[in-house]
């Protein structure tokens, strides 16, 4: 219902002013005041969305009350009434933002034809408001939603320029801002971690939180500029670690990435979070990748400085996302061949190969791979019985991951197409996919890509175009429409992607198929 208020100091104009606007407008809400003064307090009372001023008026007139009503509440609409038809209060009104005027005295089908103008305006931005309410109560649904995609897809897919940009642009950042990524482990049973973590990250707006994988939770970071890294990292680190209980808590491992210039480079930063795990039974709880030495010389061994570093360490990650066990084993077995002949210290090299066994079940958890803690059962008294121990741990591991991969069914991906053409008009997402498949969103995602040869966000954007494409052959569908309708929550962005895949806008894509048809 729509709320009018009269101001006039004369009850006779009041009184009419009423009589009229109740026959012709019988759903409005009205009251009245009696001047300028009386029409400020009930402003603030009856909150009304149209007030009609009279301008002359004793103690404050019309003009000086228009002028702090406005001020205000601007989106209350205002109608002077005046018997004054002159230019002065005309340009003074209309600086005030006045709507329209009435002359007194005027015919009651004037001033309905008037007042009924201005109803129309107040009705249609109501509408976009309600519109745009909804609209960001949407968005606001969405966005954990699009966060949790957004990491995922820059730290485990590559994606397309159009849709990073504008899903980072909507989380309220900038593709060219400095990050880092950070690798959270919890303990198993850690009931409500992962909304008390997204809640942390979120109050300190300190990045994105992605999707929970078994136990580990990565985080994209942003960099503060008014801190070092090292200050910055180590106080996000020890903020996450309290979430679950305290530095020591049992279970909890965060691992940091070093900074990189854009975020098309944070997942470089991930890996090396990843590779920045100790030996997990130390009581150390989070380490940055930068305190890893540059190269990873044993002590009493020169010779081997340039072999366990940083740079083996990636090949390493690749090593395991790939699934090359053999590869992994040799080039173990390998090392621990080298390390005996060069005399190097036994418990050196079994710490050095723990800590590649850890990582490796990491860069397994997240691809839904659960092997538990990798450990040595007993201190090995002769480097055969090192490598006869990492061998029976790689076989295990190995055997783990293939009992993963015959759990998936030969037309897996079939069906996961089939769901994301079927429900692209929802806010769908590689978590949700993950749930209903009973697999990690990160290896969904790899999956995707290698056997459909496309981005899972490629696929979804292919579906909803085609759909919007089918829909602009009915002239009675807006574009408005059709946007909300296959999935977009912006017009803007539906135009763009539109674009993008097509070469065309949709207004000419939808000028071109109704004339063809025509």
């Known amino acids: 219902m729509i709320k009018l208020l009269i101001v006039d100091d004369e009850q006779v104009g009041r009184e009419g002013l009423e009589a009229i606007l109740r026959k012709g407008f019988p759903d409005l809400e009205i009251q009245q005041a009696k001047n300028g003064k009386m029409a400020l307090e009930m402003t603030d009372s009856f909150a009304p969305d149209l007030i009609l001023m009279d301008i002359k008026m004793p103690g404050m007139d019309g003009l000086e009350a228009t002028e702090i009503i406005s001020e205000k509440y601007p989106d209350i609409h205002i109608v002077m009434v005046t018997a004054y038809d002159t230019f002065d209060y005309a340009r003074r009104a209309l600086k005030l933002g006045v709507k329209d005027y009435l002359l007194k005295p005027s ?32 968005l606001e649904r969405v966005m954990p939603v699009i966060e949790t995609d957004i990491v995922t897809q820059l730290l485990f897919d590559h994606v397309h320029e159009v849709h990073s940009d504008e899903l980072v642009s909507w989380l309220g950042a900038e593709a060219k801002n400095e990050t880092f990524a950070l690798s959270v482990l919890i303990s198993e049973g850690s009931e409500g971690a992962y909304a008390a973590i997204r809640d942390l990250v979120k109050r300190e707006a300190a990045g994105w939180v992605g999707a929970l994988y078994g136990r580990q939770i990565p985080i994209i970071a942003f960099r503060d500029p008014g801190r070092s890294f090292r200050v910055q990292a180590t106080e996000l680190a020890r903020a996450l670690l309290e979430v679950g209980g305290g530095a020591m808590q049992s279970g909890w491992f965060i691992g940091v990435g070093n900074v990189y210039e854009s975020l098309s480079q944070v997942r470089q930063s991930y890996r090396e979070a990843m590779l920045a795990t100790p030996d997990p039974m130390q009581a150390v709880r989070y380490r940055l990748y930068m305190n890893k030495p540059e190269s990873g010389a044993i002590t009493g061994s020169a010779s081997l400085a340039d072999l366990p570093d940083k740079r083996w360490e990636q090949h390493f990650f690749e090593q395991i996302r790939i ?20 005399d190097v210290d036994r418990l050196h090299a079994q710490q050095r190969v723990s800590e590649r066994l850890w990582v490796a079940s990491r860069v397994l958890a997240e691809m839904g791979v659960e092997i538990g803690t990798p450990t ?63 697999l990690s969103p990160f290896y969904i995602s790899k999956l995707f890509k290698e056997q459909v040869g496309v981005n899972y966000i490629d696929f979804l ?43 065309v806008s949709p207004t000419e894509y939808r000028k071109a198929l109704l004339g063809a048809s025509e």
Request: with cysteine; hydrophobic share 30%.
């Open 107 to 138: 015919k009651a089908l004037e001033i309905k034809k008037t007042v009924g103008k201005v109803l129309e305006q107040i009705e249609e931005e109501k509408r976009k408001r309600e519109h745009s309410r909804l609209r960001e109560n949407a």
């Open 323 to 342: 699934g090359d066990w053999e590869g992994i084993r040799t080039e173990a077995l390998d090392f621990l061949r080298l390390c005996e002949s060069e």
């Open 461 to 503: 954007t292919e579906c909803r175009i085609e759909k919007a494409k089918k829909l602009m052959s009915d002239p009675t569908r807006s574009l408005k429409e059709i946007t909300f309708e296959v999935g977009y929550h912006d017009p803007n962005y539906f135009s763009k992607v539109f674009k993008k895949t097509c070469e």
């Open 376 to 438: 040595f059962s007993f201190q090995a008294q002769d480097y055969r019985q090192l490598r006869a121990e990492t061998g029976i741990i790689l076989d295990r591991i190995k055997q783990a991951y293939a009992e993963h991969l015959e759990k998936i069914k030969p037309d897996t991906v079939r069906r996961i197409k089939q769901y994301i053409a079927e429900h692209s008009h929802q806010d769908i997402s590689l978590e949700a996919i993950g749930e209903k498949f009973e």
